[in-house]
C-alpha cells in the first residue's frame, strides 16, 4: 500500500498549536476554581480562590495554586553547566579492609569520589582503606571533626607528588562548633587553604556543611543562611591570612540536604548559587559556588526502611535537576547501622540510573524557566537572605551560634514537631501506613551520618517519635491492642474502622473488630472477650446519632476504661475524638497510659 505524501498545510495552522481552543486565562481559572470550592461548602469571591489553595512552608514562603509568566522573577539565573555531576559514596565502617572493599566495589560500578568519615575511621589506617586507589583519578573528601588536623596530615602524606583532580580536606571549624557546642578555631582551615592553595590547586581545604542546621530541624532558608553567613566568616579569616578572594573562594565547597520534597530543594540549590554569587560581586571575583547535595537523615526512618529507597531516589534528582556538582545518596538502611553491600549498590544505581538513562544532567539547569520554580527559587533567596543579614548583624556565624541560631532553629522544628504530630507532614510506612507485621532489618552497629553528639545543636529525625512508641509497644509481652467496635454493615464502618486502625497502629498498638452489627450486648460481649479497656466506636454519621450512645454505655458497663470515635461530633459516654488532623501523637499516649503500658 501506497502512503500519498502529505504537506504541511494539510494540518492546517502549524504557527499556532492552540488554535480553535478558548483562551485560557487566570480570571476564568478562579471562577472554575471558585465554583468547585463552593461546593464543599467555601463561600469566598473568585479573587480569594488562589489565597484559599495556597500553602506556605516553614519559611513563610506561599505556594500558589497556579503559576503564570507574571509570576517570573526579575532576578539572574546562576547555573551549572551541563554534565554529569559527581556521585559520591560516603565511608563509616571502622575496619579498614571492610573499608577498602568497600572503596573499589563503588569505584568499579559507578562512584566517582569517596567521603570518608574519619570520626569513625581512624584516620591513621587511610593507607590501608585507600590502598590501591588512584588518586590522580578518584576524588577524596575528608570528614574528621576534631581529628581534621590528624587526618589532613594523613592524606597529604598520600597525596604527596600526585596531581589531585578534586577533593577536599574537610575543615569545617564553625560547623563543628554548630554540632558539638565547642568553640571554633578556624586557624587550621586557613593553614590547611594557604597549603592547598600554593601546593595543590586541584584539593579545596574547607566545607562549608549545612547539614547541621538542617538535621537540628531547620527549613531551608535556614540552612541557607546559616551555610553563607558561614562561608563569608570563612572568606574573611582567609583573606585577613593573605589569601586573595579568588583563592579564598576557590578553598570553599558547600554542603546542602536534599530531601524528598523536590521542588523545594531545586529551589534551594538554584537560591545558593545566586545567594553566593551575590558573595562573589560584592568581594569582586568571579567565582560560583561548589554543591554538595546529600539525601536527608532527617527523612529517613528505621521502620520500613525499604521507603526510604522511594524518599532517596526523589531527592538524588531533585539534586541533580537542581544543580548540585557531587550528589551522596545515603542507602536506605543508613538509619540502622552500617549498610550492607546490596543498600550501597542501590544508592549508586539510584545515581547512575539518573544521569545515564533518564538524561537528568544532558542539560543545564533543567527546572530554569518554570514559573512555579523561579518564583518558589526567588522567595526561597529572599528569605534566605533576609536570615543571613540578621545573622551577620548579630555579629557574624560564630557569634549567632551562642542563640540566635539555635533559638530559630527550634522554633522552626517545634512547628515541624506539631505538623508531624497531627500527620499534616506524613511519614509513609511509619505515621501513615505502618505495617504491624513487618520483618524488623538490622545491621551491624555503626556511626550514621547525622550522629548524635554530646552537645551543640540536636539531632531529630521527623520519624522518631512514632517509632519510639512501635518500639515500646513491641517489647510488651503482649501487644497493646484497642477494641473498634464497628456499628452497621461493612459499608458503614469500613472507611473509620481503616483509619483507626493505621492511626493506632502508627504507634504499634494492635486493633480488634467487632465485627458488623448494631446490638450493643453483642458488642460489648466482644469487648469482654478481646480484654482491653481502650475502645473506640467506627460507623457512619448517622449511625453514631442512632447507636452510639447505646453502644458506648454497653461497652462502659462491660469496663471500658475510654471510648473513643473515629469521626467528629458529640455523643454521650464517647470521651475522645480522633479524626484526621487530630494530634496523633497524642491519641497515641493517651492510649498507652490507658492500657497501663509505662512511657
Not at 36 to 42: A, D, M
Not at 342 to 367: M, T, Y
Amino acid at each position: 500500500m501506497t502512503v500519498p505524501p502529505v504537506e504541511l498545510d494539510d494540518f492546517g495552522d502549524l504557527a499556532d498549536p492552540a488554535a480553535g481552543f478558548p483562551q485560557a486565562t487566570r480570571e476564568r481559572w478562579r471562577e472554575l476554581a471558585a465554583d468547585v470550592l463552593r461546593r464543599s461548602g467555601w463561600d469566598g469571591p473568585p479573587d480569594a480562590v488562589e489565597d484559599a489553595l495556597s500553602t506556605t512552608t516553614y519559611d513563610a514562603v506561599a505556594v500558589a495554586p497556579l503559576y503564570d509568566a507574571a509570576d517570573l522573577p526579575d532576578a539572574p539565573r546562576v547555573v551549572r553547566g551541563p554534565g554529569p555531576w559527581d556521585v559520591r559514596q560516603r565511608h563509616a565502617d571502622p575496619d579498614p579492609a571492610a573499608t577498602r572493599e568497600a572503596i573499589h566495589a563503588d569505584l568499579e560500578n559507578g562512584v566517582t569520589s569517596l567521603w570518608l568519615d574519619l570520626e569513625a575511621i581512624d584516620p591513621a589506617a587511610l593507607p590501608t582503606v585507600l590502598d590501591g586507589v588512584l588518586l590522580d583519578l578518584a576524588p577524596v573528601v575528608l570528614d574528621a571533626g576534631p581529628r581534621t588536623a590528624e587526618a589532613a596530615e594523613a592524606f597529604l602524606r598520600l597525596a604527596d607528588g600526585v596531581s589531585v583532580p578534586g577533593g577536599n580536606l574537610g575543615a569545617d571549624p564553625i560547623g563543628l562548633a554548630a554540632r558539638t557546642g565547642a568553640g571554633a578555631d578556624l586557624g587550621l582551615a586557613v593553614e590547611l587553604a594557604r597549603r592547598c592553595a600554593a601546593d595543590l590547586p586541584g584539593l579545596r581545604a574547607i566545607t562549608v556543611d549545612a547539614l547541621p542546621y538542617h538535621d537540628a530541624g531547620g527549613a531551608d532558608a535556614d540552612e541557607l543562611g546559616c551555610s553563607i553567613a558561614t562561608g563569608v566568616a570563612y572568606l574573611r579569616a582567609l583573606t585577613g591570612a593573605g589569601l586573595t578572594a579568588e583563592q579564598a573562594f576557590g578553598q570553599l565547597e558547600f554542603r546542602y540536604a536534599a530531601t524528598a520534597d523536590q521542588f523545594l530543594t531545586i529551589a534551594k540549590l538554584r537560591a545558593a548559587r545566586r545567594m553566593w554569587a551575590r558573595v562573589a560581586e560584592v568581594v569582586g571575583v568571579s567565582g560560583g559556588q561548589r554543591q554538595h547535595a546529600v539525601t536527608s537523615s532527617a527523612m529517613m526512618t528505621v521502620r520500613d526502611p525499604w521507603v526510604n529507597m522511594l524518599r532517596t531516589t526523589v531527592a538524588c534528582f531533585a539534586a541533580g535537576v537542581g544543580g548540585a556538582d557531587a550528589v551522596t545518596v545515603q542507602p536506605f538502611d543508613a538509619c540502622l547501622g552500617l549498610p550492607d553491600a546490596f543498600a550501597r549498590r542501590i544508592a549508586r544505581n539510584a545515581q547512575s540510573l539518573l544521569v545515564e538513562e533518564a538524561g537528568v544532567a544532558r542539560v543545564a539547569d533543567p527546572a530554569g524557566g518554570s514559573w512555579y520554580v523561579e518564583r518558589l527559587t526567588d522567595d526561597l533567596a529572599t528569605r534566605a537572605w533576609e536570615w543571613f543579614r540578621e545573622i551577620e548583624r548579630a555579629g557574624g556565624m560564630e557569634a549567632a551560634l551562642a542563640g540566635l541560631v539555635p533559638e530559630r532553629l527550634a522554633a522552626t522544628r517545634a512547628r515541624r514537631a506539631d505538623n508531624l504530630a497531627h500527620r499534616r507532614d506524613p511519614v509513609t510506612g511509619v505515621s501513615e501506613f505502618p505495617d504491624l507485621k513487618e520483618r524488623r532489618v538490622t545491621r551491624r552497629p555503626g556511626r550514621g551520618l547525622a550522629a548524635k553528639s554530646g552537645g551543640g545543636l540536636p539531632v531529630a529525625r521527623y520519624a522518631e517519635e512514632f517509632e519510639a512508641l512501635r518500639d515500646l509497644a513491641d517489647a510488651q509481652e503482649d501487644r497493646p491492642t484497642v477494641f473498634l467496635a464497628t456499628i452497621g454493615p461493612v459499608a458503614a464502618h469500613t472507611a473509620r474502622a481503616a483509619f483507626a486502625a493505621n492511626l493506632f497502629a502508627a504507634g504499634g498498638v494492635a486493633t480488634v473488630t467487632s465485627g458488623p452489627g448494631t446490638d450493643p450486648a453483642a458488642i460489648a460481649a466482644a469487648f469482654r472477650d478481646c480484654g482491653t479497656p481502650v475502645a473506640c466506636l467506627c460507623s457512619g454519621d448517622r449511625l453514631y446519632g442512632e447507636h452510639a450512645a447505646a453502644v458506648a454505655a454497653a461497652l462502659r458497663e462491660a469496663g471500658a476504661r475510654t471510648i473513643w470515635l473515629a469521626g467528629k461530633g458529640e455523643y454521650e459516654g464517647v470521651d475522645a475524638t480522633l479524626y484526621a488532623g487530630c494530634d496523633a501523637l497524642g491519641v497515641l499516649r493517651r492510649t498507652f497510659d490507658d492500657l497501663g503500658v509505662n512511657r
